[in-house]
């Protein structure tokens, strides 16, 4: 019996894309304005605006309905997209997440990864390396 609870809290916790009614992001042009909706888009919006910039500010713009999940996913694209510029984060509506997305623009340190896989996306990261013993 006691085995069965955390089994089951295990099985109901983990849903995959595909359990919520949605695998790729055509799929979220389908779903009901709203917290779905909302999700939805934001686990696609980065590749989306990497493939296509225009698509991509169109969906931030006239999409996704909560603006806190918004002000998330302009911090993200920063992150992720662009981390030299502050364009993003002008979009940003919260004062706390604005801050953040500037100070991330201004310490390159943060960010020197992304820029080196955007300049060659073949390019994984490098495991670290061990010291010889």
Known sequence: MYLLVPLMFSMFGCQSFSDKGWSTAEDCATLEAGDVKDDCWGHFIVDIYKADPKRGMDIMQQE?????????????????????????????????????????????????????QQGNPDKQPKAPQRKPQ
């Open 64 to 116: 996704i309905s909560n603006s806190d999940v918004r002000d998330y996913l302009w911090l993200e694209i920063t992150r992720k997209v662009d981390p030299t510029t502050t364009k993003f984060c002008q979009q940003i509506v919260s004062k706390t997440l604005a801050k953040r997305c500037q100070t991330l623009v201004s310490r390159p340190h943060l960010h020197r990864e992304t820029l080196r």
